[in-house]
């Protein structure tokens, strides 16, 4: 909790004919994070070479890239498939050998026929589109060929061409374009060409065709959509070897992507001639596990130990380790940034408060409740592993804006039969049809001045903390303080606003007694509270003082759990006020067919307003919470950029052994 | 001019106030964060990891609509 799961470097130590079993072992528990051995660094590594892959690993590589070739001609992916049944490997490896080229054949004649097919209908359609132009000159196409004495010139004018030669003439007047066909004596040609470029001539190539231009169309699109049917019933046959294959086909795929890692893992270890190294990180609980397992695949012949880490130089790769409820909010820790292994590990908080805050904000029975259902409807058609911790994330914050909506007394847009428990937020909209005193804006924008003094406060508190852990020397003493001074600042300015002004919810010591000049006591304590706290940041890095001001503005910036959350109920009201109050009722009082087309109207509105209204909630719900997360909270403790660990071996979906 | 004119006058002036405080500084919020925001979305695009940091840079600007919003609720309220 709070703390990424702990980890041990791990040395391995083996003789090379005992890369196999090793290697083998290390993918089957799926523990060790490999580090990969850089010639470059070689630091007490003299002599030692990256090793060579094992035995065969040219051949499961070819064999991998042509299952991906065919996955890819018929369109299949692992991610889309629900494992049925799991192949055992030995079968798998009998099937890979037997079935695998005749299935290749096959798929490939049919994609090469398919592909040639393709092309044929490009050529055709070219064609066509040569002969077009002549549709509406009713000359046979082979008549635009073979004389010797004349010269034939076909092409798009803007304007009629007027010619002093004789000649022949045929003009087809088009929307943008006026086609023109011109016979005329060869010897005459320039002059022609020459009448022609007045006339903006554009020329098109005659088609080397015989017959009436529109019968060879037709001609042509027949063989097209002949052709287009072959195409038809060649897709029809991928899809049954879909149907068919797809399953051995994803197995194969991930048995022999374990046999490409396995075999090209030596690849990331140090050998010499006769041994080799493998270095790697394992969570420290499973280091037992580990050992044991590598000492009974070698029968002993292997020496396997614990290095010491060292915190500064070493870059342990992170994992997190958090309880069960916590872990779809990693997402949303992975998409800013994976905490560094020193660091403190947000994400429980994150995980506690995210849902809190998009509670706050959205606040409302229905709309929590069309969030819930929608969350686990998205859930039966949207697979892999982020999309779940996403809508785990969602179905919380569903669940916290259902009990806020039951404590702000809120069902889409409308009062519950209860007064609010928390402050109302009940605007006074179509003639204060909710009721009630209207919004307690005072109070509710005190919660959430509360709620970002104490989040920002836990904020510093986590930073002294993560500096005590991470620095060392003088510097570690002042930045522990300079947060310290962070925190006084803070309360510092908070005590000499209260001793100025009485606010709801907030302690009132305007009354304490005046010492000097009109000042009380805990103005004063203020005051120095302030000061020191200005000397204790001056102190660390002077720079900082800049960065006074927001203090203030971050504090402010958690306002808009109130802003956005009220513009939310708005926007609810005013949906229900045009619907059922401006369009519903009126016409109920007097049904006529008129008033009908009203309430269907009115309807209308109703949901489009809320389904709008609903979205705009997720997205100003979910990002501004998040975002009083990274920015506010995050700025004041949270570094991150761990690395993240990445055990050597694989989820096996397909295969089993 | 009665004294209710003047109250109403005074209200009304208030609510302007306040929905210039919020839009104006919604509009100055806005223009700036649109250069940080497509610069951040180009950087992003080349390397994931800068997602948190440019997320950051881009809702520096929010402050100034924040202020907007706390002083049109102390107009009104």
Redesign the interface.
């Known amino acids: 909790m709070l703390k990424p799961e702990q980890m041990s470097r791990l040395l391995i130590v083996a003789t090379r004919d005992q890369m196999g079993p090793v290697v083998a072992e290390l993918y089957y528990h799926n523990l060790f994070h490999i580090e990969d051995y850089v010639e470059a660094k070689a630091e007490g590594y003299e002599g030692f070479k990256i090793g060579t892959p094992l035995a065969g690993a040219s051949e499961v590589s070819n064999a991998l890239v042509k299952i991906r070739a065919i996955q890819n001609a018929i369109a299949v992916h692992a991610d889309d498939l629900e494992p049925v049944t799991k192949c055992p490997r030995t079968e798998l490896k009998l099937k890979i050998e037997r079935e695998l080229p005749i299935l290749e054949k096959e798929v490939e004649e049919l994609t090469i026929r398919r592909s040639k097919l393709d092309t044929r209908v490009k050529e055709l359609e070219q064609k066509i589109a040569e002969i077009k132009p002549f549709v509406n000159i009713p000359v046979d196409l082979d008549l635009y060929r073979g004389y010797s004495g004349f010269s034939v010139f076909a092409g798009y004018v803007a304007r009629e061409v007027t010619l002093t030669v004789p000649y022949e003439m045929y003009f087809s007047k088009g929307k943008e374009k006026n086609f023109v066909v011109v016979v005329a004596p060869a010897n005459q040609r320039s002059e022609v060409e020459r009448a022609l470029q007045e006339s903006a001539y554009q020329a098109v190539p005659i088609p080397e065709e015989s017959g009436m231009p529109q019968p060879r169309i037709d001609y042509y699109s027949g063989q097209i959509s002949s052709i287009t049917g072959e195409i038809a019933e060649i897709n029809r046959d991928l899809i049954v070897v879909r149907e068919k294959h797809a399953g051995f086909l994803v197995a194969c795929e991930e048995f022999l992507m374990t046999e490409v890692e396995q075999t090209e893992a030596p690849l990331r270890f140090a050998t010499t001639k006769e041994t080799f190294v493998a270095e790697g990180w394992v969570p420290t609980h499973q280091f037992d596990t580990v050992s044991n397992a590598l000492v009974n695949a070698t029968g002993g012949k292997i020496f396997v130990t614990v290095l010491p880490t060292d915190l500064e130089h070493d870059i342990v790769p992170v994992e997190y380790d958090n309880p069960s409820f916590a872990r779809p909010a990693q997402m949303l820790m992975d998409v800013y940034s994976r905490p560094k292994y020193t660091e403190l590990d947000p994400t429980l908080v994150l995980s506690i408060v995210f849902p809190i805050f998009f509670g706050l904000i959205l606040g409302d029975v229905g709309y929590g409740l069309m969030l819930l259902v929608m969350c686990f409807g998205l859930r039966a058609f949207l697979k892999g592993e982020e999309t779940a911790q996403l809508l785990a994330v969602l179905r919380n914050a569903s669940i916290s804006s259902i009990i806020f909506g039951l404590l702000y007394s809120e069902f889409l847009g409308f009062a519950l039969p209860w007064k609010p428990i928390m402050f109302s937020r009940h605007l006074k909209i179509g003639g204060g049809e909710a009721g009630g005193h209207g919004p307690a804006i005072p109070e509710l924008m005190m919660m959430a001045i509360w709620i970002g003094i104490l989040h920002i406060t836990l904020g510093r508190i986590f930073g002294m903390i993560n500096h005590s852990r991470q620095d060392h020397g003088d510097h570690r003493i002042k930045a522990v303080m300079a947060n310290f001074g962070w925190l006084a600042v803070m309360w510092g300015i908070l005590i000499v606003i209260w001793t100025i002004a009485a606010m709801p919810l907030m302690p009132d010591l305007t009354t304490l007694p005046k010492v000097a000049m009109g000042i009380n006591i805990a103005a004063i304590v203020g005051g120095v509270m302030l000061v020191v706290g200005v000397l204790l940041i001056a102190r660390d890095s002077a720079l900082e003082i800049v960065e006074l001001p927001t203090i203030i503005s971050h504090v402010l910036s958690y306002a808009r759990i109130v802003a956005v959350g009220l513009s939310s109920v708005a926007i609810a009201m005013v949906v229900n006020f045009i619907a059922i109050g401006m369009l519903i009722t009126p016409q109920l009082e007097n049904i006529t067919i008129i008033g009908v087309l009203f309430i269907i109207m009115g309807v209308a509105v109703f949901l489009i307003g809320h389904a709008l209204n609903m979205a705009l909630g997720i997205l100003g719900g979910g990002l501004h919470s998040i975002r009083l997360h990274y920015v506010e909270f995050f700025t004041k403790f949270y570094k991150g950029g761990g690395k993240k660990y990445n055990p050597f071996g694989m989820k096996r979906r397909f295969t089993e052994d | 001019m009665t004294l209710e004119m003047v109250q109403a006058s005074q209200a009304g002036m208030k609510a302007l106030g306040a929905g210039l405080a919020v839009g104006l500084t919604g509009i100055g919020a806005g223009v700036a964060e649109m250069a940080i925001g497509s610069a951040a979305v180009g950087a992003t695009a080349e390397n994931k ?1 800068v ?2 940091l440019v ?2 840079l881009t ?1 520096i600007p ?2 100034i609509v ?2 907007g ?2 002083v049109g ?1 102390l107009l ?2």
């Open positions: 990891d997602f948190g997320l950051l809702v929010e402050t924040i202020f919003l706390v609720l009104l309220f």
